[in-house]
């Protein structure tokens, strides 16, 4: 499966935004689909994941915040993410795994990601 990340931007603290990743090759519906993050120096950090089973799961960071859904007819997963934080700035990938997890050695296939800035 190929992942196509898009939506991130600059917003001010406060703001909105909502990221998509759109796979093509193989069903977003076969995969367990994350989210992580990379801000500047650290390593990749679990935002939220899509289980195959339909159930949702968040990083405590962002839970109340980030909402992961997705759309099987556009082969799409998104997270809308409200109350952005200057700390949520950072390259945000979409990844997909077939085995269950959360740490990124579970997910073999990854978008390039997008970059979320958010201004204090």
């Known amino acids: 499966v190929q992942l196509q990340a898009s939506g991130g931007g600059l917003v001010q603290a406060g703001g909105s935004l909502r990221l998509s990743c759109v796979a093509s090759?193989?069903?977003?519906?076969?995969?367990?689909m994350a989210w992580f993050r990379q801000a500047p120096g650290k390593g990749r950090e679990f935002v939220a994941v899509?289980?195959?089973?339909?159930?949702?799961y968040y990083a405590d960071s962002v839970k109340g915040r980030f909402t992961i859904s997705r759309d099987n007819a556009n082969n799409t997963v998104y997270m809308q993410m409200t109350s952005l934080k200057p700390e949520d700035t950072a390259v945000y990938l979409c990844?997909?795994?077939?085995?269950?997890?959360?740490?990124?050695?579970?997910?073999?296939?990854w978008g390039q990601g997008t970059q979320v800035t958010v201004s204090s």
């Open positions: 899509f289980w195959s089973s339909g159930y949702t």
């Open positions: 090759g193989r069903t977003v519906s076969e995969y367990h």
């Open positions: 990844a997909a795994a077939t085995n269950w997890g959360i740490t990124p050695d579970k997910y073999t296939y």
